[in-house]
């Protein structure tokens, strides 16, 4: 099973359609890739920052974004990287792993 579908419920629908517009046009930029952790730069209403990365069974996820910053809320930025590294099969290690929890608040940067 891919990242995208098993984290898909993390987020809302229109999250995800403009995370969808994001990938489809190509404003993700990956600067790093592994089976375990992402860096990428998504181009949108301006430059944001994401951080993915896997261990002891949970994905931290991070983006410098007003939404995910003051609320911790999933972002269309984090779902638009979630469908490039599915793309490129980067964080192969958090698809694959049985009970991946997901945590926005436990990255820091």
């Not at 891919?2 to 489809?24: C, M, Q, W």
């Not at 890739?33 to 931290?60: I, K, P, Q, W």
């Amino acid at each position: 099973m891919n990242l995208s579908t098993r984290l898909a419920d993390n987020f809302t629908h229109i999250v995800r359609k403009r995370g969808e517009d994001y990938h489809s046009r190509r404003c993700v930029r990956i600067e790093l890739g592994s089976e375990s952790e992402m860096f990428a730069r998504v181009h949108g209403s301006g430059n944001y920052d994401v951080h993915l990365t896997f261990g002891d069974g949970a994905l931290s996820v991070w983006c410098d974004c007003s939404q995910f910053v003051e609320n911790a809320v999933p972002c269309e930025h984090l779902w638009a990287c979630v469908l490039a590294a599915d793309e490129q099969r980067y964080l192969s290690a958090a698809a694959s792993t049985a009970d991946l929890v997901f945590d926005c608040d436990g990255l820091d940067l």
